[in-house]
Nanobody, 117 residues
């Protein structure tokens, strides 16, 4: 498994979760990492991205509730999610674009987040 996502679960509305996604040793160097999610019957949507240098970008509706961060030494990206809503229920996926191997793109298998009302 080249990208391992974890941290999903069941949480009540208003609660928080922190997702993690760790790149395996076969991914020698990270360029960017991103989080997406996909709810049943909906398209996968972009949530947030971060470069190895720490530059971040967010889908507008996620700003203020979701925070992405990266630990380059651990090759791990985090997504802190606060004030969760039932509509945040989805499978959350991480995506990595590598520097080494050059240009390679990897997807994690996803972690389920369920927010109860």
């Amino acid at each position: 498994v080249q990208l391992q996502a974890s941290g999903g679960g069941l949480v009540q509305a208003g609660g928080s979760l922190r997702l993690s996604c760790t790149a395996s040793e076969s991914i020698l160097s990270i360029n960017t990492m991103r989080w997406y999610r996909q709810a049943p019957g909906k398209l996968r949507e972009f949530l947030a991205g971060i470069t190895a240098g720490g530059q971040t970008n967010y889908e507008d509706s996620m700003k203020g509730r979701f925070t992405i961060s990266i630990d380059n030494a651990k090759k791990t990206v985090y997504l802190q999610m606060n004030a969760l809503k039932p509509e945040d229920t989805a499978t959350y996926y991480c995506r990595a674009q590598a520097l080494i191997p050059p240009g390679a793109v990897y997807w994690g298998k996803g972690t389920q987040v369920t927010v109860s009302s």
